[in-house]
């Protein structure tokens, strides 16, 4: 039941507006910053290019881009009454279980490719295509920002082990306000109180002088001296154990009957 379940969730989603909607979250962002910077910047090497095209608006507002990827749609399900339907055909736990699933592979693929392909970019094709020129030549070097460790396993291992993070931050960004709407009556709190939590608790770490463990920095560390690779897992911990409290508390709210 649960896997039909996720096949009807993944047919109902894959639209074309749906798909072009994944596509502006991985482009746009960073083309928007690659405008930006193209001219008039220079750069150490091609991972301080990697950097830059990461470290702009999609940065500040990650949690708000990984939420268009699928969790949006429980809105519209409230708001339309499909949950009064759906309420009477199927089980709960089904119901959620295939949402978490389904919302978790779309936004870890998009969050994936939203830090991998801004890599091939800076490693590979710019040096081939000098689309960006202003590169110096000493290749990349490790020691300038948080998982640059990694780059003695190699840039690309760098990339894709970097992009996997991202991956994986993006995940839990867009399944707390998935399961907060099921929550919450208010469906716009709901929605925002990750984004404020991320934003605000980068600007408390500042003040407090502790902005190695802001949530920004740890999942785009792109403006802050590299720091150690353990400092990125404190806020992620953090958000990943309400990210479980809260699936269990609407689990057990609603394990005998539907109550919204």
């Known amino acids: 039941m649960l896997k039909q379940q996720i096949g009807v969730e993944f047919k109902q989603i894959l639209t074309f507006n749906r798909v072009l909607t994944w596509f502006l979250i991985i482009i746009l962002p960073v083309w928007i910053q690659y405008l930006i910077i193209h001219e008039g910047y220079s750069f150490t090497d091609n991972i ?5 095209l990461l470290n702009g608006i999609g940065a500040m507002i990650f949690p708000i881009l990984v939420l268009f990827v699928f969790a949006d749609t429980i809105i519209h399900e409230r708001n339309n009454n499909y949950l009064t339907y759906t309420k009477i055909r199927i089980d709960f736990n089904i119901y959620l279980n295939a949402k978490i ?11 994936f490719l939203y830090a991998f392909l801004p890599f091939l970019f800076a490693q590979y094709i710019n040096p081939q295509f000098a689309f960006i020129t202003n590169i110096g030549d000493s290749g990349n070097m490790p020691g300038t920002v948080t998982f640059d460790q990694l780059l003695v396993y190699g840039p690309f291992m760098y990339g894709f082990i970097y992009s996997l993070w991202v991956g994986i931050n993006g995940v839990l960004y867009a399944t707390l306000p998935l399961i907060l709407c099921l929550i919450l009556d208010n469906s716009f709190v709901a929605l925002s109180i990750p984004f404020v939590w991320y934003q605000a608790m980068s600007f408390v770490s500042a003040v407090l002088g502790i902005s190695k463990f802001a949530p920004l920095y740890t999942v ?3 403006s802050i001296m590299q720091q150690d ?3 990125v897992f404190v806020p992620f911990m953090f958000l990943l154990i309400i990210v479980i409290v809260s699936y269990v508390y609407l689990k057990r709210r609603n394990s005998t009957e539907w109550l919204f």
């Open 229 to 231: 690779l353990w400092t």
């Open 48 to 52: 301080d290019l990697y950097g830059r």
């Open 101 to 111: 699933i389904v919302n978790a592979l779309l936004s870890f693929g998009v969050s």
């Open 220 to 222: 785009f560390p792109y």
